[in-house]
């Protein structure tokens, strides 16, 4: 599936260090370059290619649920009339919030999309009703409350049952 979609942009190679690095973003150049027969600075020269144009982003993903936090998507639809400058105003404060961990833009029945977490679900409201209070561009929201993430980012995430 990658492939078919990322073949418009990128050529075998490139998709097929995408995808290791997706299922493995620790994998260093010698590694992938063996995998693919390639040389490790051909490897080298296109992952820093694709990291320069900002085609991949080499992160740590936070497994919340096997860090035991309390998590939840908070979806929020902004007034029809909302000046945007407002929006990103708010989208800005967001960004720097530490509780919040993802932000995505809709289109649709609402606007954005922000999940929040905290070590337990009374903190996670409270801070949720410190971050949207006084906004005045705000129609309305809607908090789900997150049991279990089972993928994220193309990865599967493993619930780890182990204290």
């Known amino acids: 599936m990658w492939e078919k979609i990322l073949s418009?942009?990128?050529?075998?190679?490139?998709?097929?260090?995408?995808?290791?690095?997706?299922?493995?973003?620790?994998?260093?150049?010698?590694?992938i370059a063996d995998i693919l027969g390639i040389s490790k600075t051909s490897v080298r020269m296109r992952r820093l290619k694709l990291q320069n144009s900002g085609a991949i982003k080499i992160i740590g993903l936070l497994v919340l649920q096997n860090m035991r936090l309390n998590y939840a998507d908070l979806l929020i639809k902004f007034y029809p009339n909302s000046?945007?400058?407002?929006?990103?105003?708010?989208?800005?404060?967001?960004?720097?919030?530490?509780?919040?961990?993802?932000?995505?833009?809709?289109?649709?029945?609402?606007?954005?999309?922000?999940?929040?977490?905290?070590?337990?679900?009374?903190?996670?409201?409270?801070?949720?009703?410190?971050?949207?209070?006084?906004?005045?561009?705000?129609?309305?929201?809607?908090l789900i409350p997150v049991v279990m993430s089972d993928k994220a980012w193309g990865n599967i995430i493993e619930f780890n049952t182990q204290e």
């Open 8 to 31: 418009k942009k990128f050529d075998d190679i490139d998709i097929k260090i995408i995808n290791l690095l997706n299922r493995d973003g620790r994998m260093n150049d010698q590694k």
């Open 83 to 142: 000046p945007k400058e407002e929006i990103e105003k708010f989208i800005e404060k967001c960004k720097n919030d530490e509780y919040i961990y993802e932000i995505t833009r809709y289109i649709g029945s609402y606007d954005l999309l922000l999940r929040l977490f905290d070590d337990n679900f009374y903190g996670l409201k409270n801070h949720l009703n410190d971050i949207i209070s006084d906004v005045k561009i705000i129609e309305k929201t809607l």
